[in-house]
């Protein structure tokens, strides 16, 4: 079977030291492509570098300024990071959102960082990686015309199940971490049941959000198969079949050929 971990960080501290080694158990576990996701220009530059560098394994590279760090950069769309998002291997302007779970930069700086971003995005026709994290709706009154982008995922979901309709409106995909798999997430396994197989990425969040029954531990992309496993389960489907789905998903999201 082939999988794509479609949101991962290898170039977060908990495991840039050891990429070599990482992509070579996501390859032993059938992953042949994962994201490398961006938060701030440094972690985006070394998305790039690293997807060049270990261009082997099927990475690809999204860059931007999550939430997190939008109080530290006060020109979201630095000519740095423009310039950036323009490199050929680039597939998408992300993770850019809302987190009021956290609030660690102030909901006004997240608000302008992603209007910001998102009209970078729009500007270079570029797919869009959110998240959002108790903050729905401050994030839908942000999708007005000019800004709502044709594609984007709405990465780790974890909101209800009227923000996932209203995502599948506007044409999006859901991706789904290894939260689908904790005892706790019965609520998102019921939105995951509702949804069309075909509106479904699935992803680590790694080092993040190891799944059942590694939770607790540090997350890698070779766990993304349980990720698969959960959705077939809840979805009462083969499992060849929902990885062969996903894979589609996935190379159609993201520009690859199919057959790839």
């Avoid at 270990?54 to 000519?79: C, I, K, Q, S």
């Avoid at 509702?194 to 479904?200: G, K, N, R, V, Y």
């Amino acid at each position: 079977m082939k999988y794509i971990d479609s949101h991962c960080h290898p170039n977060n501290a908990d495991l840039r030291g050891e990429a070599a080694a990482v992509f070579e158990r996501a390859r032993a576990a059938g992953v042949l492509k994962m994201g490398v996701i961006g938060s701030d220009l440094a972690d985006s530059i070394e998305a790039v570098e690293m997807s060049r560098t270990y261009a082997e394994y099927g990475l690809f590279p999204v860059v931007g300024v999550h939430p997190h760090e939008a109080r530290t950069m006060p020109d979201a769309v630095a000519p740095e990071l423009l310039e950036l998002a323009q490199s050929p291997e680039v597939r998408a302007w992300g993770e850019i959102g809302l987190d009021y779970f956290y609030d660690f930069s102030p909901r006004e700086v997240q608000q302008s960082c992603l209007i910001a971003q998102l009209e970078a995005a729009k500007a270079l026709n570029k797919t869009v990686v959110f998240h959002v994290r108790d903050a729905y709706d401050d994030f839908w009154k942000l999708m007005t015309p000019d800004l709502t982008p044709e594609h984007a995922v709405l990465h780790c979901f974890n909101g209800s199940a009227a923000d996932a309709k209203r995502a599948l409106e506007l044409g999006w995909k859901i991706g789904f971490t290894g939260m689908i798999t904790f005892k706790s997430a019965q609520a998102l396994r019921d939105i995951a049941a509702a949804l069309p197989l075909e509106s479904i990425l699935c992803e680590t969040d790694s080092p993040y959000m190891a799944p059942v029954p590694f939770r607790g531990t540090r997350n890698e992309p070779c766990n993304v198969p349980l990720v698969y496993r959960k959705i077939a389960e809840i979805k009462d489907l083969d499992l060849d079949d929902a990885v062969d789905q996903i894979w589609k998903n996935n190379m159609e999201f993201w520009g690859f050929e199919v057959n790839e």
